[in-house]
């Protein structure tokens, strides 16, 4: 079995989520890092965390990394310790600043996952991700919060998306297809990796 580590990028609303369950299903034995997932389910909490991130997401504002990374190392970590067990990871949305990018190189050259990692950057225009985001029924998903977002997209995301670009990991695929087919076209461009 081949480990591989994935980044599933791509503009709010861009089906990251229902194109990581296709995957899961189709090559199986992956461990996801569901970072907006993680972020919900710390915004619950009553500790000043969890206060903070539930500030950070009804203000439709970028998570600070340290305490992104404090959600993911834990998950990595425990794949790492048991290799031999998952296929690989894939990580929804993340990561969307270029310091990211650049930490979690040096967490996977620490864990040796270097060469087996990829980023598929799902691309769908900022018309469509508002159209999707708009039919969406989530407290980060108001109309402010959603031009921000995109805002950020721009200004934080494509700087990543761009130095993955530059480093030769990026496989680009069109979003705005119906699923299965954004998912073929993945599965295609990915065939000798995943």
Not at 1 to 30: C, D
Not at 91 to 116: C, H, I, T
Not at 155 to 163: F, G, I, P, Q, S
Request: with cysteine; aromatic share 10%; hydrophobic share 35%.
């Amino acid at each position: 079995m081949k480990f591989s580590v994935l980044s599933i990028i791509g503009r709010p609303g861009a089906g990251k989520g229902t194109q990581i369950g296709l995957l899961q299903r189709g090559t199986g034995a992956y461990e996801i890092i569901r970072t907006g997932n993680l972020l919900r389910r710390k915004a619950q909490g009553r500790d000043l965390i969890g206060r903070k991130v539930r500030y950070v997401l009804e203000n439709g504002l970028l998570i600070p990394t340290p305490i992104v990374f404090s959600l993911w190392m834990p998950q990595l970590v425990r794949v790492k310790n048991n290799e031999k067990k998952y296929r690989g990871v894939i990580f929804d949305g993340n990561p969307r600043k270029l310091y990211e990018a650049q930490m979690l190189d040096e967490v996977f050259d620490m864990f040796g996952w270097s060469k087996r990692f990829r980023v598929c950057y799902i691309h769908i225009s900022e018309k469509e991700s508002r159209k999707r985001l708009q039919a969406r029924d989530r407290f980060d998903d108001a109309s402010k919060e959603i031009e921000e977002r995109l805002r950020w997209f721009r200004t934080d995301v494509e700087k990543a998306l761009a130095y993955y670009k530059k480093r030769g990991v990026l496989v680009e695929v069109n979003g705005e297809q119906s699923q299965q087919a954004v998912q073929k076209e993945i599965q295609r461009k990915l065939k000798n990796f995943l």
